[in-house]
């Protein structure tokens, strides 16, 4: 069974500055994607970035960016210029094309002015 | 109004009830999906659906049912709510083939559920 572990609770950073949030996961597919999504406190789920597996080169959706280790199955999500809106509840997930999401525990940003 | 649905979206409800969780959505999407959400284990998949004929347990099933009941309509029991049920459940859809491949993978609002 696919496994995602997201080892970071919590962390936060001050405002403009740059975090990473680390996801690590385990499976013996080879055809798979990768996705960190956004749970701010109005409970929405909101996709902030994906990663196919296929692809060698790192995702990047304007100040969000990854560094996929496919080797290292690690997927960190790099977060640039932090804003205060960034702040929210981030979860890294595993899905095949089969459909089902596994999900890691959650990492909690908070974001200091 | 929202692609994915769930109602209700907060609700308190006693040890041994029988409680509904509804989810409809207008994505036109095959598969939808019922995750269920506590505190330091994130999310997890308690059933899900890829056509209104097949339905499939999840990781977390027991305790639950579900009913297709139409491709939009996708609802979860549970037949004696218990206090462990307590959590935030989110209904899912995705499209068929592209799936998480594709953005069609779209979540409802939640729904916060309290057994006392």
């Known amino acids: 069974a696919q496994t995602v572990t997201q080892s970071q609770p919590e962390m936060s950073v001050q405002e403009a500055e740059t975090v990473t949030l680390s996801c690590t996961y385990d499976t013996s597919e080879s055809d798979y994607y990768l996705f960190w999504y956004k749970q701010p406190p109005s409970r929405q789920m909101i996709l902030v970035i994906r990663?196919?597996?296929?692809?060698?080169q790192n995702a990047t959706e304007n100040r969000f960016s990854v560094n996929f280790q496919k080797a290292a199955k690690s997927f960190s999500l790099k977060i640039s210029d932090s804003q205060l809106g960034d702040a929210a509840m981030y979860f890294c997930a595993y899905g095949t094309s089969y459909g089902k999401l596994t999900f890691g525990q959650g990492t909690i940003l908070t974001v200091h002015p | 109004d929202a692609d994915v649905t769930q109602t209700p979206r907060n609700r308190i409800t006693k040890t041994g009830k029988r409680i509904m969780l509804e989810c409809s959505q207008t994505?036109?999407?095959?598969?939808m999906y019922w995750y269920r959400q506590d505190p330091g284990l994130g999310l997890r998949l308690i059933y899900y659906s890829f056509d209104v004929k097949d339905i499939n347990k999840g990781e977390i099933s027991d305790g639950y049912s579900v009913s297709r009941q139409a491709q939009a309509k996708f609802s979860l029991s549970l037949e004696s709510a218990i206090p462990n049920q307590t959590a935030l459940y989110f209904c899912?859809?995705?499209?068929?083939?592209?799936?998480?491949?594709?953005?069609?993978?779209?979540f409802g609002s939640g729904t916060r559920l309290t057994v006392v």
């Open positions: 899912a859809t995705s499209d068929r083939g592209q799936d998480t491949g594709s953005y069609g993978y779209t």
């Open positions: 990663q196919e597996a296929y692809k060698q």
């Open positions: 994505k036109g999407h095959d598969r």
